[in-house]
């Protein structure tokens, strides 16, 4: 059993606590508590996370350590994190910028869970800084499977309401519904940049800003540089028509990292089929 202690954090269907073992040696734990529906039962985000946590074991994946069952609530135990990214951007970092061997040392781990996830067929879906948890060893893990999916057949049509807006690829905010492990890549190739900068690489207020800001920096995409961009459910043909920009210019920070730039230039693609898988991204120079 586990006593319960100060709240973490609230998502949309469960409540964090920080919980202790009762049993010796009282290991610290974090207790994610799901209110039962009495009709419903449990939500299926709820049921995929515990089903996709249970059969994912990595270093870099948050370990789920248990589940408990009652007519009124499901808990499900994983092992305890310090803090999020986020959070330590905030604290650790130069007006929340990492210098180049942090964030290095972060990228690495992020890849590599994300790789881990991917050869195992699931999709994480909410890759973002505040999803990726930092233990006082340093070591990163990606948290917060709600909204991962098995992906077993990779054409299937997903709901395009997932991942935070800025962190979501602009394939996924005009509506494309046949996306695969290549939305992830995208999340994790500006939490990269994030990083590096210690702000959202595109911070929009809104689907259609966050596609200005993309093509701001990026160049507004056509037929000839994105086939069949047009043909998706909300392209508008009244986008102002930008031309693209250097990465050194969209990020300067990273300017004295090539490595790092060409990584992220391979990362962010506007064709999904572009873009670099995470396995290739671990062989990238960047990491030698």
């Known amino acids: ?17 920080k919980g ?12 994610k508590e799901i209110t039962l529906d009495p009709q419903e039962g449990a939500p299926s985000t709820a049921v995929r996370e515990v089903s996709l946590m ?3 074991k990595h270093p870099n994946i948050i370990r789920l350590l248990d589940v408990q069952h009652t007519e009124t609530r499901l808990v499900l ?29 972060f990228a690495s781990q992020l890849l590599q869970g994300l790789a881990y996830c991917h050869k195992n067929n699931v999709l994480h879906r909410d890759l973002k800084p505040q999803n990726l948890l930092i233990n006082a060893a340093g070591q990163l893990k990606l ?31 005009l509506g494309s519904r046949s996306y695969n492990t290549t939305i992830d890549i995208w999340s994790a190739g500006c939490v990269i940049a994030e990083m590096y900068t210690g702000r959202p690489l595109f911070s929009g207020s809104s689907p259609e800003d966050q596609l200005k800001r993309i ?9 000839r540089t994105w086939p069949e961009v047009t043909r998706l459910p909300g392209w508008k043909g009244d986008f102002p028509d930008y031309p693209p920009k250097p990465w050194v210019q969209i990020i300067p920070p990273m300017a004295p990292e090539p490595r790092a730039i060409d990584l992220l230039n391979r990362m962010l693609r506007y064709v999904p089929e572009e873009r670099i898988s995470a396995e290739d991204c671990l062989l990238h120079p960047y990491f030698s």
Do not use: N, Q
């Open 1 to 17: 059993m586990y006593a319960r202690g100060e709240k973490l954090g609230e998502g949309t269907y469960a409540t964090v606590f």
């Open 20 to 31: 202790t073992v009762l049993k010796a040696p009282h290991m610290t734990v974090a207790l």
């Open 54 to 56: 249970k059969a994912l």
């Open 77 to 105: 135990v994983f092992e305890y994190m310090d803090l999020d990214l986020k959070k330590y951007m905030e604290k650790h970092g130069t007006h929340g910028a990492l210098a180049h061997p942090m964030c290095l040392h």
């Open 143 to 173: 948290g917060d499977f709600g909204l991962a999916r098995d992906f077993g057949i990779p054409v299937a049509t997903f709901s395009a309401e997932v991942v935070t807006l800025w962190y979501r690829p602009p394939d996924v905010i």
């Open 215 to 223: 093509f701001h920096a990026m160049g507004t995409p056509s037929e």
